[in-house]
């Protein structure tokens, strides 16, 4: 396959199409293993959210792209372009 852009497609998907992806996830979709995070455009902070507070506060049928207009950083207080990132839960914590 011809490579766009640059990005190499062998390595798996390209971030924004995750990010994409991500947005359409409602918040009950989330699996029990998934952690949310949010990471700032600006200082690249990131933190982990609390998805169940999220449910409670938004509704478990919000898509998640509703709740990036909302995410601020804890760190240098931007709000602007914010994205969403997935993680695993550790077993340990
Ligand atoms: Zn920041």
């Known amino acids: 396959m ?3 852009r640059g990005i190499d497609l062998t390595v798996g998907k390209p971030a924004f199409d995750l990010a994409a992806e ?3 996830l409602k918040i009950r979709e989330l699996a029990e293993w998934h952690i949310l995070g949010a990471q700032c455009s600006k200082c690249h902070a990131r933190r982990w959210l609390d998805r ?3 449910a ?3 509704g478990r049928e919000t898509p998640l792209a509703t709740l990036r207009p909302f995410l601020r950083c804890t760190a240098c207080g931007n709000r602007i372009n914010n994205s969403l ?3 695993k839960m550790d077993r340990n914590a």
């Open 85 to 87: 990132v997935l993680g």
């Open 2 to 4: 011809r490579q766009r």
């Open 52 to 54: 169940w507070k999220l």
């Open 56 to 58: 409670d506060k938004y």
């Open 22 to 24: 991500l947005g359409k």
